[in-house]
């Protein structure tokens, strides 16, 4: 399976961040890139194209776009995905790592895990809609699903 060697996210005209979804942002592009599994796969009778692959996530018209170029910068095409799906599951994250968040500042470390439990398994659920929403166009294992997933919370934050 390929790779994806370079992520950008095209967060212009939206909010700044929390500090904390920063960190989520960083943590999830570098985790990305230093291990993942992305494969375009062939459409129209052609070969699929071989990567690495570069990419581009942003939110266009209310629609998550997925740009993808070879490691040279011409372009592969462009996945457009209704947000409408992911919308509950983003949601969902979001108040949970909220809780997250709070329950590390004050709470004993078994229920720190406990919610991390829960996190984890919305994190899950999200990559899964990915993995779905993506059939038949591309291909990902499911630790390339949940850091794109999160890369689409930070976008969809400002969405």
């Not at 592969?76 to 949970?96: A, C, T, W």
Request: aromatic fraction near 6%.
């Amino acid at each position: 399976m390929s790779r994806i060697c370079q992520i950008d996210i095209d967060d212009s005209g939206l909010p700044t961040p929390t500090p904390e979804i920063e960190q989520e942002r960083k943590v999830a592009v570098f985790d990305l890139l230093e291990d993942n599994s992305f494969m375009l796969l062939a459409r129209d009778g052609q070969a699929a194209p071989p990567g690495p692959f570069a990419m581009r996530l942003a939110i266009r018209d209310r629609r998550l776009v997925i740009a993808v170029c070879d490691e040279a910068g011409l372009s592969l095409g462009e996945v457009l995905l209704s947000l409408g799906p992911f919308r509950q599951v983003v949601k969902d994250y979001y108040q949970i790592c909220g809780s997250y968040f709070e329950a590390v500042k004050r709470l004993p470390p078994s229920q720190i895990e406990a919610i991390d439990m829960a996190r984890r398994g919305i994190h899950n659920e999200g990559a899964r809609i990915l993995q779905e929403r993506l059939e038949g166009k591309a291909d990902m294992d499911i630790d390339t699903a949940r850091r794109l997933f999160t890369l689409i919370c930070v976008l969809h934050f400002g969405g």
